[in-house]
């Protein structure tokens, strides 16, 4: 057996036996009450913690922003012609925008045909009792990052709000509202690419800042040709050794991916799938499963003009870590990799990835969809066509904006609740609190394992496509 099937096999192994461990130490934890079991069960949680996210998550992220850097000028110098650059890159931008808007309509035509928030009127109802007078973002405490997310909500949310003069969802009218809602999340994204200090992007961890810079920094270089030669080939050497120490850190992820498992169904439990919100969660799982085994393999057949499923196979490792990291950018020194090993030229990998896990989130697309829709069932407030509408534009540019971490969705998610609540507003409708993300917050992990799954597979698959239109024009 090879070295790369033995470790596909462990990190399987990790990824069944996290589980199964998981699911059995969410009992036992229930189930026992008496001290000394809960503290055995809360150090087995804290060493598993350990183990995942500060040794596994922790090496992958070290490599992130080095490699971010070095994969995008390598991959910009090696277009090293501007009109093919421009090419390239209108392409990949399409290409993004397309498959996550089809994972909104899909989202949505999945939600309100099945209308899984209907059973949840009481229990929301009973919310809007509990949260009656209280902290109505106390949702955020729920995370696991609660502070930090908290923080980057009320940046992203105010920008919108009082940078952009927009009105409060009480004041606004019919269409300012989303307006102001699209420019405050295209106004945030630049914000981003263009980062005031780019030391501090890079240690801050920003992607978006260190990919535009990188870009910028690998067209200048092609541009002086012999001059910059020497830097160009310090970067690709940089990249090898990076690409190796990605090789070193996949034979951590047989246990990386067994605890951060463990930990997180520990946690949650796996009984959630026969509670009342289970029907949402078949809601979001069934159309990230369309999405992923029917939309974007049709789309990688019709344009990458290759067997899908044998590239998927060929992605294993990836999909398998962004299952248990939850998330893209953590993943990317491992998308990366098997896509370059899979065949993808490094200038298409390192051109379409980094950029990708950032902004193109299928998956994360159509779960805001379906989450923003479901809590208005379940307060029993119809949304119209036009609403839809704007859920579908909105929750596709609040993917975009979502970082490819933990989480991340759930908080843009605000957005499109803001935005559907102008036009609410504008009709006299009472809006779609967003107190209401209470209600789906308990089950967010399991679903973003899955959301991330497929935000990297979209990756995967534009990679794959825009290196055969790239190789295409070589020819
Ligand atoms: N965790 C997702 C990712 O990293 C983002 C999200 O939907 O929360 O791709």
């Known amino acids: 057996m090879n070295r790369k099937w033995l470790l596909t096999i462990l990190i399987f192994l990790g990824l069944v036996l996290g589980i199964v461990v998981g699911h059995l130490l969410h009992d036992d934890g229930f189930r ?14 804290a060493v598993f913690d350990f183990l995942g996210f500060t040794v596994f998550m922790g090496l992958l992220k070290m490599l992130i922003i080095p490699l ?8 910009v110098t090696s277009v090293g012609d501007f009109s093919k650059l421009g090419a390239m890159g209108a392409r990949t931008l399409l290409y993004y925008f397309a498959t996550m808007f089809i994972a909104v309509v899909l989202g949505l035509i999945m939600v309100t045909t099945f209308r899984p928030g209907e059973p949840m009127a009481e229990q929301a109802a009973a919310q809007v009792a509990d949260d009656a007078g209280g902290d109505e973002t106390s949702w955020l405490d729920a995370l696991p990052f609660g502070g930090a997310i908290r923080a980057l909500k009320t940046s992203f949310v105010e920008l919108l709000a009082d940078e952009l003069g927009l009105p409060a969802a009480e004041e606004s009218g019919v269409t300012d509202r989303a307006e102001g809602g699209l420019i405050g999340i295209a106004k945030n994204l630049v914000s981003q690419m263009i980062p005031q200090n780019i030391v501090a992007a890079m240690s801050a961890g920003q992607p978006l800042g260190v990919i535009c810079f990188a870009i910028f920094f690998g067209v200048v270089a092609t541009f002086l040709g012999q001059t910059a030669q020497p830097v160009v080939v310090f970067f690709n050497a940089a990249f090898e050794i990076l690409m190796q120490m990605v090789h070193v850190v996949m034979w951590i992820a047989p246990v990386g991916v067994f605890a951060l498992l463990a930990k997180t169904i520990a946690e949650i439990g796996l009984r959630v799938f026969g509670d009342a919100i289970s029907g949402y969660m078949y809601v979001v799982l069934g159309g990230l499963a369309i999405h992923g085994l029917i939309v974007i393999p049709l789309v990688l057949w019709v344009f990458g003009k290759c067997n899908p499923f044998v590239y998927l196979h060929q992605m294993r490792q990836a999909l398998m870590t962004a299952l248990a990291t939850d998330s893209s950018s953590a993943t990317l020194p491992v998308t990366i990799e098997c896509a370059t090993e899979s065949g993808v030229s490094k200038r298409s990998a390192g051109f379409v990835l980094p950029l990708g896990s950032t902004i193109n989130m299928d998956g994360t697309a159509l779960y805001e969809a379906v989450a923003v829709v479901f809590i208005a069932q379940a307060y029993q407030i119809h949304l119209s066509f036009t609403e839809l509408i704007i859920v579908a534009v909105t929750a596709t540019l609040a993917a975009m904006g979502a970082a490819g971490i933990p989480s991340a969705g759930l908080v843009t998610m605000v957005i499109v609740i803001n935005a559907v609540n102008g036009s609410l507003a504008g009709q006299g409708a009472p809006p779609i609190p967003e107190a209401g993300i209470a209600l ?28 055969r239109y790239d190789r295409g024009n070589a020819e």
């Open 32 to 45: 026992r009450g008496d001290p000394e079991s809960v503290h055995t069960h809360a150090t087995v949680l």
């Open 68 to 75: 971010i850097a070095t994969s995008v000028i390598v991959g």
């Open 440 to 467: 789906i917050i308990g089950v967010d992990r399991l679903l973003d394992m899955f959301r991330t799954v497929v935000n990297v597979w979209g990756d995967a698959a534009g990679a794959k496509i825009i290196d």
